[in-house]
């Protein structure tokens, strides 16, 4: 089996956006960019999407000594839980993402133990398979600023702290794509109405900080990019029109948040959470679109409502013990 993909185009440059199969079609992807014989994989899926994501290099004529970049986002499993195992396929590439993040993609110890936390050991083994250690020599710790030569062009790295603060997203400057990992939210393409996408926060576990989310927004707004590349799900055009709807969802997961710490109750915290984060949800669903199947909707966003909840309650816990 191969990933579905879809290519697009920016003044010669070649760039594909890959879904990687997890949870369900269109629920994540990773990118791939071609530039002079040289490839970059920003985001990479899971370990068990990569024989995938192999076939699908060699469906498309290139082969994995053209890849010159490994690109994680962040270190969330969906988005590298794959890179140490591409990198070994990958004779001539580096592996480069935060430098926060990087130590636990070179020992993944804490990072799975972390993760298995969140979704139980059978899911992790089901969705997520074996975390493979990238060597270290074949690692590069990326800081704000710094750029990477793909070719005849460059991608830039900024730290965009907010959903995690080991996330950085890459801008390729000569074509004006952000590529945003989870900065730029959730886009649910199902939901879309009329040409209008649908935004939602993730505030999934352990690093929730919606200020600096906020001034994450401001950078890459500054970058008046043309198109936002969403791991979840997938490019979208003018970004700039669309940001505010993701900043009202960030400030709505606050408001949630704030409301159940003034309770002083954590006993069924996390499940009332998710209960006010979906009655919230779909409220804003239906300005979006009055016409819209609320089963459908609540089937389609549980998921991600479940994670936004514990992250909040994460962060609820950071708050109390810092007071």
């Not at 020599?137 to 793909?150: F, Q």
């Not at 500054?222 to 669309?242: I, N, Q, S, V, Y």
């Not at 609320?294 to 936004?308: M, S, T």
């Amino acid at each position: 089996m191969t990933a579905s993909r879809l290519k697009y185009q920016t003044s010669g440059t070649d760039c594909w956006r890959i879904d990687t199969g997890l949870n369900r079609p269109g629920h994540t992807a990773c990118y791939l960019l071609h530039d002079a014989g040289e490839l970059a994989l920003i985001d990479t899926g899971t370990s068990n999407n990569i024989p995938a994501l192999l076939g699908t290099l060699q469906e498309l004529g290139f082969t994995p000594t053209q890849v010159r970049w490994i690109l994680p986002t962040h270190v969330h499993l969906d988005h590298a839980g794959g890179a140490g195992a591409l990198l070994a396929h990958c004779d001539n590439a580096t592996l480069a993402t935060h430098h926060r993040g990087l130590p636990h993609l070179i020992d993944p110890q804490r990072l799975q133990k972390g993760a298995q936390a969140v979704y139980g050991e059978d899911f992790f083994a089901r969705s997520f398979g074996e975390l493979v250690p990238a060597p270290q020599e074949r690692c590069m710790a990326l800081n704000d600023g710094d750029r990477l030569t793909l070719g005849r062009h460059r991608l830039l790295f900024i730290d965009t702290p907010g959903h995690a603060n080991h996330h950085g997203c890459f801008f390729y400057e000569p074509k004006s794509n952000l590529y945003t990992g989870d900065t730029f939210g959730l886009r649910y393409r199902e939901l879309d109405h009329e040409g209008t996408p649908w935004l939602m926060a993730t505030t999934t576990p352990v690093a929730f900080d919606p200020d600096l989310w906020m001034q994450s927004l401001d950078r890459m707004m500054a970058l008046e990019p043309r198109r936002a590349c969403l791991t979840h799900f997938g490019p979208l055009d003018d970004p700039m029109k669309w940001q505010e709807q993701l900043r009202q969802s960030i400030r709505d997961h606050v408001e949630i948040a704030l409301q159940e710490e003034s309770r002083g109750n954590t006993t069924g915290r996390e499940e009332r959470l998710a209960a006010a984060i979906m009655e919230k949800a779909l409220a804003r669903l239906k300005t979006h679109n009055p016409g819209v199947d609320e089963k459908f909707a609540r089937d389609l966003l549980g998921d991600d409502i479940r994670l936004n909840s514990q992250g909040l309650a994460v962060w609820l816990a950071r708050r109390s013990n810092k007071a």
